[in-house]
């Protein structure tokens, strides 16, 4: 009886608009059968007025209290892509990116989700952070100007392993910056000189490999006398350098 008469005091406060009491006199009775429903009731109508009023965080934990009722899932994921774009709006690439990742499908979030992470992106490049920068360009190519932007990244890199005198990174760096400024010749500059290296090492197979890498770069098919038959017996040197009288 006692269940009964909390309930009927909840529907009475629910009849007058009192949500939060309805809500907390409905508690008392949730084993009385129809209280269930009254308190879902109560949780929904104030999470709509919320959504109305335009607070939308309260709005989604009401909605999501309630999963399953009436139209509350569709109005949480309605709510979720607002705040997302909302996110995408201030500034707050990162976040929107995760809220658009976890909506999927749900409306245009697949494009809001590239626009965000391309934006995130140019933001890490032009705040230094190569590496991750490329890595978001590299997995959103050919979206917009991805490609270029990833190519600038990468021939910054170079530039960076360039000044600890890090060839290899920065040979790898250059080649994967593509056309962007003097990247392919810098990578044919920095190839060389570990060419070279492998000549004063009296490695020849070494640098017979980095100099076929680079068959179009000028001082590739230089003559090297004390190389020349070791080239040759590699045969793994570029055609236009067999040619070339020793001096």
Not at 27 to 42: G, H, I, K, R, T
Not at 70 to 99: C, E, F, K, P
Request: proline residues 3%; glycine residues 6%; negative net charge.
């Amino acid at each position: 009886l006692s269940y009964e008469c909390s309930y009927m005091l909840a529907l009475a406060e629910y009849e007058l608009g009192n949500y939060t009491q309805a809500c907390l006199l409905v508690e008392d009775a949730l084993s009385y059968e129809p209280a269930a429903e009254l308190m879902q009731e109560c949780t929904y109508l104030p999470a709509v007025a919320l959504q109305q009023e335009g607070d939308l965080n309260n709005a989604l934990l009401l909605f999501e209290s309630i999963a399953g009722y009436r139209d509350a899932d569709d109005r949480a994921q309605s709510i979720r892509y607002m705040l997302a774009v909302s996110m995408l709006d201030n500034g707050n690439y990162a976040g929107a990116i995760t809220a658009f990742e976890a909506l999927g499908e749900y409306e245009g979030s697949p494009e809001k989700l590239k626009r965000a992470q391309y934006t995130y992106a140019q933001q890490l490049l032009d705040g230094g952070d190569y590496i991750a920068a490329s890595e978001l360009f590299i997995t959103l190519s050919p979206y917009e100007q991805s490609d270029a932007h990833y190519q600038k990244a990468q021939y910054m890199l170079g530039q960076e392993a360039l000044k600890i005198n890090d060839l290899n990174a920065a040979s790898a760096y250059f080649y994967n910056a593509g056309s962007h400024q003097d990247a392919k010749k810098l990578y044919g500059s920095i190839i060389f000189t570990m060419a070279e290296d492998a000549i004063a090492q009296e490695n020849f197979e070494l640098a017979a490999g980095y100099l076929s890498l680079i068959p179009d770069y000028d001082n590739a098919v230089r003559p090297i006398k004390s190389t020349k038959i070791a080239f040759e017996e590699f045969e793994i040197l570029p055609d236009e350098l067999i040619d070339i009288e020793v001096v």
